[in-house]
Nanobody, 129 residues
Framework: QVQLVESGGGEVQAGASLRLSCAAS????????MGWFRQAPGKEREFVAA????????YYSDSVKGRFTISRDNAKNTLYLQMNSLKLEDTAVYFC??????????????????????WGQGTQVTVFS
């Protein structure tokens, strides 16, 4: 069974940092673009960051650019999201996602959520003042 399992969420004060992880199992995602999305209460799911399968390109939403860093370790089949300078508005459930087809780009995954073939179950991030 193909699974993406997120971890690392929690409650932190504004300005703090968190690192999310997404462990893939069931098959290798090393040839797939992967990304992070989030959904705040009462809002639609939105794109956060994506990374190409070969780590050559990354793509960020304007709201997190300069504060968040996406990375991956294909040998460990794991995706990461380093979140620094967290703001109240970063509070959301964060979802890991993998592209539907191999060799896709980070930009495509970020622009078209329909490109996502596999979703994780999400991890809660709460930022308080």
């Amino acid at each position: 069974q193909v699974q993406l399992v997120e971890s690392g969420g929690g409650e932190v004060q504004a300005g703090a940092s968190l690192r999310l992880s997404c462990a893939a199992s069931g098959r290798s995602f090393s040839r797939y673009a992967m990304g992070w999305f989030r959904q705040a209460p009462g809002k639609e799911r939105e794109f956060v960051a994506a990374i190409s399968w070969d780590v050559r390109s990354t793509y960020y939403s304007d709201s997190v650019k300069g504060r968040f860093t996406i990375s991956r370790d294909n040998a460990k089949n794991t995706l990461y999201l380093q979140m620094n300078s967290l703001k109240l508005e970063d509070t959301a459930v964060y979802f890991c996602a993998a592209d539907r087809y191999p060799s896709g780009t980070a930009h495509t995954l970020g622009r078209f959520s329909a490109s996502v073939g596999t979703w994780g179950q999400g991890t809660q991030v709460t930022v308080f003042s």
